[in-house]
């Protein structure tokens, strides 16, 4: 798209972002109405239309840019219309797959078998390396294909693969457990919240037992979910399954706008207590953004050469990143957690919060490794006069141990958020708490966006390079990871504190 670096950084964070807002309208269609086997098979193929358009603008004269000797391509409005259409189909396409895939997996397994159970902490971490052995093919195979075949090729056979997948999800459908929808849950969100109001002179019994409930003894009047037992925090709520003599319609039909069951609540306050932890993941995903944008502009001011005749793109290095992974996710799930299992008695390891915790440990370290190697390549620069040099003398795989680090922090953070927002949530909730969790990627992306134009506009206006200029050895892009890791830094002190004052939730009849 012959864009600048700030054009593309906040391009490149704007579209992934929307990749991880998306999920919240197809966790809503799962939970509410399709339920996750119709939402993924629906959205999916949302996702192929997505990558056939963009191949097409890779490929079909008309609909690819015209370029010149020097590669230099300069897209006219239609072009440009095309290839963001196939983008946006496919962040669109995104967002009925993302929240529902790694649900709809969990769901197979029974939570009423304790094997079963205990495997399904396994599953998430061989999800997520599942995901990232397509990133490395991603990140080798198709990054060469782009880089030295064309891009047709480079879109086109991911649209292949990305069909075929579509196949064998429809090839299994007689063999998957389908959970039921529960209807609207930003329905039943509202009445609570309703109904508390009306009853905000109303006072709350002593005994939980006296708060309305239905009958049944674990279904709740929520469709496919269990009863949730009462919890004394955000206890306001809690008016709303206060039983008066004016919340039944002609004496005897239940104006749910008046009274809710005490799962209903519960409910709501499982959401508002996840907001916390959801809030503190936005300073890691803009962390793990940055994989994406500066990473890559810090390695093209870097020595590509593998060999003499040989450049690794900087973009391929995010493969170390996706290696680390596919390392640690085993040593992980067969070493750490049987170690940690010997100090802390509990089944997983650890719990879900202290997971989550080590990777945003993990993620300041790998900001401090970025900042440092970037001091040190601009000593180089300013002491040799390097300034106009395309390519310093500094071997690109110098980044190697950020991309590694990163990856360490996600198999803690990332899959520990995965495995919490789904246990955490309502059992009628669990697409749209998946979705959440992903939103703090969006979220991420876009405070990089917004952090990257604020330096931007501060760093230069006194008429300076600034911080990321697109000659980035004028610039102090050390500063912007270094302020990065204080962030981080700060945001884990809030992570604590949060984490300190989480409840689990517990389902009635389990022993969660």
Not at 43 to 57: N, R
Not at 145 to 150: A, D, S
Not at 300 to 306: E, S
Not at 465 to 479: H, K, V
């Amino acid at each position: 798209m012959n864009e600048n670096n700030v054009a593309a950084v906040n391009n490149v964070t704007n579209w992934s972002g929307t990749c991880y807002v998306t999920p919240l309208l197809g966790a809503f269609l799962a939970d509410a109405y399709l339920g996750r086997y119709w939402t993924i098979a629906t959205f999916s193929t949302i996702y192929v239309f997505g990558m056939t358009v963009l191949t097409l603008s890779a490929s079909v004269n008309g609909l690819k840019p015209i370029c010149d000797d020097k590669n230099a391509c300069v897209p006219n409005g239609l072009q440009k219309a095309v290839f963001y259409t196939g983008l946006y189909l496919i962040a669109l396409g995104t967002g009925g797959i993302k929240p529902c895939v790694s649900s709809f997996g969990a769901d197979q397994f029974d939570d009423s078998d304790e094997s079963e159970k205990k495997s399904k902490s396994s599953f998430f971490n061989w999800f997520y390396l599942s995901i990232n052995i397509g990133a490395l093919v991603a990140a080798t195979v198709l990054v060469w294909i782009q880089t030295n075949v064309g891009w047709g090729w480079g879109f086109g056979i991911p649209a292949v693969a990305m069909a075929l997948a579509v196949v064998s999800f429809f090839s299994g459908t007689r063999l998957y457990r389908k959970q039921r929808p529960g209807g609207s849950p930003l329905t039943r969100i509202c009445q609570v919240i309703v109904a508390s109001f009306r009853k905000v002179g109303v006072d709350v019994p002593k005994d939980k037992f006296d708060l309305y409930e239905t009958e049944e003894e674990h279904e709740s009047a929520v469709k496919g979910s269990r009863k949730l037992e009462h919890t004394e925090k955000l206890s306001f709520f809690d008016k709303a399954a206060v039983e008066t003599l004016s919340d039944r319609k002609n004496g005897s039909k239940i104006n749910t706008w008046r009274l809710c069951t005490v799962t209903q609540v519960e409910e709501l306050k499982a959401i508002i207590n996840l907001l916390p932890i959801w809030a503190t993941g936005i300073i890691f995903s803009a962390v793990y953004s940055q994989m994406g944008t500066l990473f890559v502009l810090q390695g093209n001011t870097m020595n590509l050469h593998v060999i003499k005749s040989f450049e690794i793109p900087s973009a391929t290095l995010s493969l170390f990143d996706t290696v680390s992974v596919i390392f640690w996710v085993p040593v992980y799930d067969k070493f750490i957690v049987p170690f940690a299992r010997k100090y802390t008695g509990n089944k997983n390891g650890f719990t879900q919060l202290q997971r989550m915790a080590i990777g945003l440990v993990i993620s300041i370290l790998a900001m401090a490794i970025a900042g440092t190697l970037e001091m040190i390549r601009l000593n180089m620069v300013r002491e040799n006069n390097y300034y106009e040099f395309k390519h310093v003398p500094l071997s690109i795989f110098w980044q190697v141990p950020q991309y590694f680090v990163i990856g360490c922090a996600e198999v803690f953070t990332f899959i520990g958020q995965l495995e919490f927002f789904y246990e955490q949530a309502p059992d009628a909730m669990r697409s749209l708490c998946s979705a959440l969790s992903l939103t703090t990627a969006a979220f991420g992306n876009y405070l990089s966006t917004l952090l990257v134009s604020i330096v931007v506009h501060v760093s230069t206006r006194n008429g300076g390079p600034g911080w990321i200029p697109d000659n980035l050895n004028y610039g102090r892009l050390d500063y912007f990871f270094w302020l990065l890791a204080v962030l981080s830094v700060f945001n884990l002190g809030v992570y604590l504190l949060v984490a300190k004052w989480y409840t689990y939730k517990k389902a009635l009849g389990t022993s969660e």
